[in-house]
């Protein structure tokens, strides 16, 4: 059963800093680009970070860089977010999404439940 469960949110003050994990299984995780995304209440959901099956290249939207840092534990099945200088619209549900990055997986896509982060001014 593929599950990916994501943990580390909470509520924090502008500025502090917050570490998200997400917690795979069910599947070969070293086989998987992983992402993280975000959704805030009445937008749509945005790619935040990605990094690459082995880690070898890492992307990020304007919005986040220089302030998170996405790594990954191929030992652990875990992908984590570091979340810096925390800002009050960083404020959404960030979800951990795992997308197939190897043939015999091409196409196969698996999102987790969501963390909520909530930034206060």
């Known amino acids: 059963q593929v599950q990916l469960v994501e943990s580390g949110g909470g509520l924090v003050q502008a500025g502090g800093s917050l570490r998200l994990s997400c917690a795979a299984s069910g599947f070969t995780f070293s086989s998987y680009t992983m992402s993280w995304y975000r959704q805030a209440p009445g937008k749509e959901r945005e790619l935040v970070a990605l990094i690459t099956n082995y880690g070898g290249s890492t992307n990020y939207a304007d919005s986040v860089k220089v302030r998170f840092t996405i790594s990954r534990d191929n030992a652990k099945n875990t992908v984590y977010l570091q979340m810096n200088s925390l800002k009050p619209e960083d404020t959404a549900v960030y979800y951990c999404?795992?997308?197939?990055?190897?043939?015999?997986?091409?196409?196969?896509?698996?999102w987790g439940q969501g963390t909520q982060v909530t930034v206060s001014a």
């Open positions: 999404k795992a997308t197939g990055a190897v043939r015999v997986v091409a196409g196969v896509v698996n």
